[in-house]
């Protein structure tokens, strides 16, 4: 009886505690339930929110100036050719947007639709024909004659954010339904039919890896590679996983098939450029082949759909054999799942991968010149706007222009080292090209290597510019008082500065040249004559005149100003000489026309700014005092010398310094040579940055100035400043202002000393 008793106790207590843990174990599980709900609904709130108010940062699109078609235009079959390749136009038959055909003296373009500024222009074709090195006419479809139309602009650049994701969002339309389909087949086989996860699809997965050795398959679904992309970082956790199949299954119970594809065309990883990470099958198309997603043919989208797999491991421009197997591969997929028939997929999976690579690829092409755009839109724009609102910016930058002066800087680099016997490769340049009407700037190169993504010479380097500045001492001379033929002395200077020590400037040649007119003294560059003249005018004055132009006031308020003793950016100098160039209007250098928002709406217009700073004669009689430069004085040995051009060569102290500003009557350009370190070049302006110029213009057409006429052009000698006679050897034509009194030349001898003088001033000058 007491053993029952013992036993029957010993039962109670294990039931009360077998009781009490299935309590536990009840409200335990409760309490899991509903942290887990609870956590569930926290998820579907968080991913479904985010995902319905989904916005990707879309980087600002920044658009060169299109190329305009036109009967009488100075374009090539080639010249056209060339650019429509750039814009990754394909020579085919020209049935579509994109492509087009060529034959003698013949070009037939299938025009891409595009949004410009003013207006939408639909695909259509056009038919131009050529003569004589111009185009000859241009036709619609129809036969109907064209009087202008433009290319499609390209693409130079992007504002992609501070975390590097850059992409071009598409819509479900804009989506290749081959590449749709392609995806599933490779990706995953079951998407139209799974709730977020695919067992079938992992084990299908498993088993492929284990019996090959190696890791062929992955046994994410599409909507949980979005997952991770979207919402996720890269651990391999199991929380981390777990969380991925929970939001998987979130977002195929509230979305529809359509947008979670739709999402993962747009999001998904595919490559990266440098510091820009490419998102996205619309860049991807860009950035491997450069032309619209809707443009690839099935090889093209079998490589894009190749490189997700691993974008490092695949990515075609490194690993070429990689990417041509797996995308092989993709197309044997694209031939079992019936997407492409037997024919196309022999022919695709013979051709080469074809991508295109360097510095003209996928938007990142021109980064001295999206300096100078981030810099005009600075004050209209916050970063965050430039970066995540899918601003469409239309700017002034002409694609050829910028190949003729990247052109012409390579080749005119090497030959200057090569002539010198100087290190190759050790100089730098930077070059600003502009419009002489508009301010515009075309073409923007801020150092030696073409779309090399770092300092910025055109705006960032500030360097002395020596002779380069004179004009603008004599332009003050002009406005007060004096002309072209006006005498100056060219004697010898000594000044006592503030700090007590003695200022002598000296020529170049070393000589002391006596009276000469103004038009010989800038022709020749003579320093004592422009200091003599500067202190006429007075240092001071000249140095208000420099900041009138230039918006800056010169550090440098010592006579030493007079001979350009103060330092100047490339752009800084294009805005002085395109003062001169346009007749006297100050315009600033512009690189921006204007900026669209998403939906194609204006949100900004740039006009250019136009103010008259110099009175018309006066710029008449600058413009022609440089073109005197560019015949007969400093700038003589430019091959374009008497090509109706105007300029100014430049030598800064110890020839550190070469510079050339010279401008015809549509571009005005300016260059700087020199060492990053400031060390001495032995370059003058004429025997660097001038044989830049050359280069440059050698791949350009050149608009000589017009020639000046009327009562007021007075031939006069250039060495003396007289009347000049039938006698005289060297006579230019100066405007010189009416009621001027002029000494006329009674003979034109021979004066050996002048003759000697003038030419060791020749062989030497800057």
């Known amino acids: 009886m007491v053993k029952r008793t013992r036993k029957n106790r010993r039962r109670s207590v294990f039931r009360a505690i077998a009781g009490f843990f299935l309590k ?34 879309v980087p600002a699109a920044v658009y060169a100036e299109p190329l305009e078609l036109y009967p009488g235009a100075a374009l090539t079959a080639s010249d056209i050719v060339t650019e429509l390749l750039r814009l990754g136009y394909q020579s085919r038959s020209a049935s579509q947007p994109g492509t087009y055909q060529r034959s003698t003296n013949h070009l037939r373009i299938h025009l891409r639709s595009f949004q410009f500024m003013e207006r939408t222009r639909s695909a259509e074709k056009i038919d131009i024909t ?16 064209i009087v202008l139309i433009r290319l499609d602009p390209a693409m130079i650049g992007s504002f992609f954010p501070s975390h590097g994701e850059d992409r071009i969002v598409l819509a479900p339309e804009q989506v290749p339904d081959l590449l749709e389909q392609t995806l599933k087949a490779v990706e995953d086989q079951n998407f139209d039919h799974h709730i977020g996860f695919d067992l079938r699809g992992i084990a299908r997965a498993f088993w492929v890896n284990i019996t090959s050795g190696e890791l062929k398959q992955g046994g994410s679904t599409l909507t949980q590679q979005l997952v991770k992309s979207y919402f996720l970082d890269n651990r391999r956790t199991l929380a981390r996983k777990l969380n991925e199949l929970a939001m998987a299954v979130i977002l195929e119970a509230r979305f529809s098939k359509v947008d979670l594809l739709n999402a993962y065309v747009n999001e998904i990883y595919i490559g990266q450029d440098g510091n820009r990470a490419v998102h996205g099958f619309g860049l991807g198309a860009q950035f491997f082949y450069n032309k619209p997603l809707i443009e690839l043919n099935p090889a093209e989208i079998a490589t894009l759909v190749a490189i997700i797999r691993g974008p490092s491991y695949y990515n ?43 510095n003209r690829r996928g938007g990142a092409y021109y980064p001295a010149f999206m300096d100078l755009v981030r810099r005009d839109l600075g004050h209209l724009f916050d970063e965050d706007d430039l970066r995540t609102n899918g601003l469409r910016i239309f700017t002034t930058l002409r694609p050829r222009t910028q190949d003729a002066v990247e052109s012409g800087l390579s080749t005119a680099l090497a030959a200057i080292e090569r002539n010198r016997n100087l290190p190759p490769g050790g100089l730098q340049a930077a070059v600003v090209m502009t419009n002489t009407q508009t301010g515009e700037l075309l073409a923007v190169a801020g150092g030696r290597k073409a779309g090399f993504d770092g300092f910025n010479r055109a705006i960032n380097a500030r360097r002395p510019v020596g002779s380069l500045l004179k004009p603008m001492v004599y332009l003050t001379a002009l406005e007060n008082g004096y002309h072209l033929a006006s005498i100056i002395q060219d004697e010898s200077v000594l000044l006592t500065m503030p700090n007590s020590d003695v200022w002598a400037p000296m020529n170049f040649d070393k000589r002391t040249h006596g009276p000469v007119p103004l038009v010989r003294a800038l022709g020749d560059s003579l320093n004592l004559a422009t200091v003599n003249l500067g ?25 030493s100003l007079l001979l350009g003793a103060e330092s100047l950016t490339p752009v800084e100098v294009a805005a002085i000489y395109g003062t001169f160039a346009s007749g006297g209007f100050y315009m600033p250098p512009k690189a921006v026309i204007a900026v669209l928002d998403e939906r194609g709406s204006p949100v900004s217009h740039h006009p250019f700014q136009l103010e008259q700073r110099i009175k018309p004669e006066i710029a008449q009689a600058m413009t022609r005092a440089l073109e005197v430069v560019m015949q007969t004085g400093t700038g003589r040995t430019s091959r374009y010398a008497s090509s109706g051009i105007a300029g100014k060569t430049g030598t800064s102290d110890d020839f550190r310094d070469s510079w050339f500003a010279g401008f015809d009557a549509t571009t005005l350009t300016v260059a700087w040579v020199g060492y990053d370190d400031n060390s001495p070049t032995g370059l003058t302006g004429s025997a660097g940055a001038l044989k830049i110029w050359d280069a440059i213009m050698a791949n350009l057409d050149l608009v000589p100035l017009a020639e000046l006429s009327g009562a007021n052009m007075v031939e006069i000698e250039y060495t003396t400043g007289l009347v000049a006679n039938a006698g005289c050897a060297q006579i230019v034509s100066v405007p010189i202002p009416e009621g001027s009194v002029l000494r006329s030349k009674p003979g034109c001898g021979i004066n050996l000393r002048s003759l000697s003088n003038r030419l060791r001033s020749w062989l030497q000058n800057d």
Do not use: C
């Not at 044997?332 to 196309?344: H, P």
């Open 24 to 57: 536990l174990t009840f409200y335990a599980g409760l309490l899991v339930s509903a942290v887990a709900v609870g956590y569930l609904i926290y998820l579907d709130r968080t991913i479904t929110g985010t995902f319905e108010g989904r916005r990707w940062s």
């Open 130 to 145: 050529f003569g004589s090195y111009r185009i000859k006419a241009i036709e619609d479809s129809s036969g109907r004659g």
């Open 316 to 358: 075609p421009q490194r690993n070429p054999k990689r990417a041509l197997a797996r995308r092989n591969l993709v197309l044997d997929k694209m031939l079992a799942n019936q997407l492409i028939d037997g024919i196309t997929h022999k022919r695709n999976k013979n051709s080469t991968l074809n991508v295109v690579s360097g």
């Open 535 to 559: 202190l006429a005018i007075g240092v001071d004055t000249v140095a208000r005149r420099i900041e009138s132009l230039t918006g800056r006031a010169p550090k440098n308020r010592y006579p």
